[in-house]
Nanobody, 126 residues
Framework: QLQLVESGGGLVQPGGSLRLSCAAS????????IGWFRQAPGKEREGLSC????????YYADSVKGRFTISRDNAKNTVYLQLNSLKPEDTAVYYC???????????????????WGKGTLVTVSS
């Protein structure tokens, strides 16, 4: 079974932080770019961040730039997303995906992503 499993979501207050993890099972992430996405009820899926297979290149959507940080540990077959300065509008299901997109734009749109996790819920509320 080839799976991506997200974890680390939960309920936090505005201004708080969370660290999300994306762990791969059944395959290695060494040769894959990874993207983080989110979707709130009634809204379209939003690309948040992506990272190259080596971890040398990263990209962030304007909505999260300066607040979220993507990283990866290929030895642990895991990718992370650090969420800081959380706002109520950040409330959504967050999920990761792995693939070999041709461009950064394509990656942020989810194109070329072969594997998707089922998501982890982040709720930001006071």
């Amino acid at each position: 079974q080839l799976q991506l499993v997200e974890s680390g979501g939960g309920l936090v207050q505005p201004g708080g932080s969370l660290r999300l993890s994306c762990a791969a099972s059944g395959f290695t992430l060494d040769y894959y770019a990874i993207g983080w996405f989110r979707q709130a009820p009634g809204k379209e899926r939003e690309g948040l961040s992506c990272i190259s297979s080596s971890g040398g290149s990263t990209y962030y959507a304007d909505s999260v730039k300066g607040r979220f940080t993507i990283s990866r540990d290929n030895a642990k077959n895991t990718v992370y997303l650090q969420l800081n300065s959380l706002k109520p509008e950040d409330t959504a299901v967050y999920y990761c995906a792995a693939g070999v997109p041709w461009t950064t734009v394509q990656a942020m749109q989810g194109h070329g992503m072969d594997y998707w996790g089922k998501g982890t819920l982040v709720t930001v509320s006071s």
